[in-house]
């Protein structure tokens, strides 16, 4: 009987570098008012957001996915050459045909090396971050970039009560690689397809496609009357969403401590997806973290990121010193699919090249 040959086991696995980028455009609540029925004390009760920030000029998802993978690969003390493989956490790459991960690898220098997508709405850093450490682990390779980016407003209904005040953009950034001591604990993670309609883009490809198609006969035909194709955008059913995370993501946490080995008395940051302040808030309180652990609060003035969130928040609390290289720190990601992704980690240092 042939054997086939195995990797040697390579457990310890760790964060060893963390990069951002942040949109130029602040927008303020005031500003998100001029299009929305709605006042800027209103957003803030229901959000905790402030202000967000918008790409502008000639910013696109590509180019603040790799200013991020960048600063973080300037960050982290090893050579590029050794990165194996990008893996790009996002869902507003707007094409399925090439997808967006070797690009973005080219715009690095790193041409040639495995590069992916990886598609998980808000919970997609986490996702990455499991698939990243597992790939290691599995002998796969020394290190890997994980970057969150998105580009939400791209497709956002301004007028849009459920989603315009919460969504802005960004791109963050890990360099995930083998290490003296373990980093980064199994990830725990889940879905909840029977109420994926919660978050969904409108139109589909496939109604996307027919319109198309529809303008395009109209157009040979020679009517005047064409219709739009319109544009891609994104709805929320807000309070499904708020309900499926007050029951779900209680457990999801808890599961992703009994995972780590780590005492939630262990844990010296908190890090959830910026989504709602007033959910995280909810979420640290059921999960009885001390009230002294300092918890994320970065979307007050960067909004709700997707997958950038996670990455984004991490590389505030480092640079404003809110928290430490080399603390425990718990992360939660969640969001369309309905899905989440959590584990316990090791911050990484702070950035030299921070985004702000």
Known sequence: MVSIAVNKSRDNVAMLGIGAYRP????????????????????????GINNRRWVSGDETIQSIAAAAGERALKNTPIDRAEIGAVILCTSSWLKLTPHGA????SDLGLNGVAAFDLTSGCGGFGYGLGVAADLIRAGSFDYVLVIGAETMT????????????????????????????NGISPAVWGSDGENAEAIAQHPDFLEYQQRALRIESQWQAGETEIESVGKMTLSMEG??????????????????????????????????????????????????LAESVPMANDIENT???SAASIPLAMEEMLVTGKAKGGQIALLLGFGAGLSYAGQVVTLPPAPKEPSF
């Open 24 to 47: 130029q455009r602040i927008v303020s609540n005031a500003e998100v008012c001029e299009t929305l029925d709605s006042t800027p004390e209103w957003i803030f009760e229901r959000t």
């Open 102 to 105: 070797p690009s973005v690898a």
């Open 154 to 181: 791209v497709g956002l209904d301004k007028s849009d009560r459920s989603t315009a005040m919460i969504f802005g953009d960004g791109a963050g950034a890990v360099v995930v690689g083998l290490s003296e001591e």
């Open 239 to 288: 309070p499904k969403v708020f309900r499926w995370a007050a029951v779900t993501l209680p457990r999801a946490l808890s599961a992703a401590l009994d995972a780590s080995g780590v005492a939630k008395e262990d844990i010296e940051v908190f890090i959830p997806h910026q989504a709602n302040a007033r959910i995280n808030e909810l979420m640290k309180k059921n999960l009885g």
């Open 303 to 305: 909004g709700n990121t």
